[in-house]
């Protein structure tokens, strides 16, 4: 059974009364309520969930509402009634129990500067503090569950885990995967305790971005139930367009002077670039801190991107040399799960909101692809970066310039800006010094180019067509390593690569480029007469 949570369609009257303020990036669903906020009512999930089972897991890009998902589920079980006045829960929600609450932060602890488990000794501690309990033993595992039972004796306990990974997720370099080994150990052993303290429990909620749960974190939890990809909570966290028309239509009438076109194609523009997450292949949400911060703006921007880019997951795909990452097939049993000994960038992709699901396959199979315009374009300035060695500040004016010359029809200034690609990078690995290195930065450039105008990469044995379209021309482009720029123009006749585009009336431009792996440049071009 599916939820179905109705909306109404705000009047023109409505749209003209006094908007709540925009809650960027306020988690407390306590200091939301209480200050004239805006929300978005989810809390026709959060009742089905807890009366469905005990224990709950759920897996969520950063920034995407497991913060406050946590803290509404906090607010529900302290009975705070006055904070759901007109909300699903008002009249769904029993306000005449109260739960003790455990609610464990990992993304506020301190455990880079004291270490992991200080950090869970201080949350253990704060907590029993604010429930004048005093804790006598001094393992932390032992400590927990004192403080577990000794809560029950005011009620069954709420445990609420946000973000358990991220002690993880923050070592997953080589240089630092050590201590990822060891809070792993160290979260095993900490929420051990949960399932011999079930008869004091009544629900648990564990949020994290990533699914390390099947490496034996929660091992002796068998009976977690993992919300992830379940269909039914698959809107739980993230806008449904209805949600987005709903409650952001008068915040879009209020930025349209900013962007210059009208509702219509305002809509357009915002679901190109923030929709398209999806975790059962039917069910499509907005990034709600990327909707937030453009509702306050009025302006496409990167923002969730900008608000934690992904270093680590970068270093990751470069020494595997993948950058090929849209249109992707994966295992569903992979994608299901993460593990620490055997690292599977496409799945962290996943995982972690820089890849969605295109599509659901037979045998339990899974195409991944970019699930927006600003995760797409922002992804591939830092691989560009990435595999080129440069800051990914320098590679959007790079590519820009590579869009310049081609609009202007300048053949040479497109090699030069193709030349500055790769100018600077220090050739000390084996990967930089074969074909696969320049297919690889070549391949990465014209798909980040094709974010701002027609352009297209196909590979086929391992060679690379460039295929760039301006309002006047096509240039169809072949790209070789020590060989000659003839011989790539030559294959671009033989094989017929600008046949598709002859019909279209625009000028063809066929060229052909050299690149030397001794100079790391272009040795030579040429074009077709």
């Known amino acids: 059974m599916y939820l179905c949570i109705c909306t109404a369609t705000i009047s023109n009257d409505q749209s003209r009364m006094k908007l709540q303020k925009l809650p960027l990036g ?20 959060l009742c089905a969930l807890a009366d469905s089972g005990k224990y709950h897991f759920l897996s969520r890009p950063r920034r995407f509402g497991k913060s406050l998902t946590l803290t509404t589920l906090k607010e529900l079980f302290l009975a705070q009634e006055h904070l759901f006045s007109g909300l699903y829960a008002e009249k769904n929600w029993n306000w005449n129990t109260e739960h003790p609450v455990i609610h464990l932060q990992f993304n506020s602890m301190s455990y880079d500067e004291i270490g992991l488990e200080k950090s869970l000794y201080q949350a253990v501690d704060t907590c ?30 709420v445990v609420l885990v946000d973000e358990y990974d991220k002690p993880i997720i923050d070592y997953l370099t080589k240089d630092v995967i050590h201590k990822a080994y060891e809070n792993r150990n160290l979260l095993r052993s900490f929420f051990g305790v949960l399932k011999p303290a079930d008869d004091y429990l009544r629900f648990v909620f564990i949020t994290g971005v990533s ?10 939890l068998n009976n977690l139930t993992d919300l992830t990809m379940h269909p039914r909570y698959a809107t739980m966290t993230g806008y449904t ?11 879009l009438q209020q930025v349209l002077p900013n962007l210059k076109m009208d509702e219509t194609r305002a809509w357009a523009e915002i679901k ?5 997450y999806t975790w059962n292949g039917a069910d499509y949400v907005y990034n709600p801190f990327s909707i937030l911060h453009f509702m306050d703006r009025g302006s496409f921007d990167n923002v969730w991107f900008k608000s934690g880019a992904p270093k680590f997951l970068i270093d990751i795909l470069k020494e595997a040399h993948i950058y090929r990452l849209e249109l992707s097939k994966v295992n569903g049993v992979t994608l ?16 972690t909101g820089y890849l969605t699901i295109r599509e659901k396959l037979p045998f339990d199979s899974y195409v991944l692809d970019y699930p927006n315009l600003e995760v797409r374009s922002s992804l591939y300035q830092f691989l560009l970066a990435g595999f080129a060695q440069k800051d990914p500040i320098t590679s959007f004016p790079t590519v820009d310039d590579l869009k310049m010359a081609f609009l202007a029809g300048d053949a040479e200034a497109v090699v030069a800006v193709i030349n500055s690609l790769f100018s600077g990078i220090a050739y000390d690995l084996n990967f930089e010094k074969t074909e696969k290195f320049y297919h690889a930065v070549l391949y990465i450039a014209f798909r980040y180019l094709g974010v ?15 295929v760039v379209e301006t309002p006047d021309s096509v240039w169809v482009m072949e790209f070789k390593l020590d060989k000659s720029a003839k011989e790539a123009l030559t294959q671009i006749q033989q094989k017929g690569y600008s046949t598709p585009y002859r019909a279209g009336g625009k000028k063809i431009i066929e060229m052909g480029i050299n690149f030397s792996s001794e100079t790391k440049r272009v040795s030579e071009w040429e074009i077709a007469k």
Do not use: C
């Open 26 to 45: 306020l988690q407390s669903f306590k200091e939301i309520r209480e200050n004239d906020y805006l929300y978005v009512d989810k809390t026709a999930y």
């Open 128 to 157: 029993a503090e604010s429930y004048g309990i005093h804790l006598e033993k001094l393992g932390l595992g032992v400590r927990f569950e004192e403080l577990i039972i000794k809560l029950s004796k005011i009620n069954q306990v």
């Open 211 to 220: 699914k390390f749960s099947h490496t034996g974190i929660f091992s002796q």
């Open 241 to 251: 367009q209805a949600e987005l028309k709903t409650y952001f239509t008068p915040y």
């Open 272 to 276: 190109q670039w923030y929709n398209g």
């Open 336 to 351: 299901d799960s993460y593990d620490l000994e055997n690292l599977t960038p496409l799945v962290l992709l996943f995982q």
């Open 452 to 466: 701002f105008m027609q352009s297209e990469v196909k590979t086929s044995d391992g060679r690379i067509d460039a």
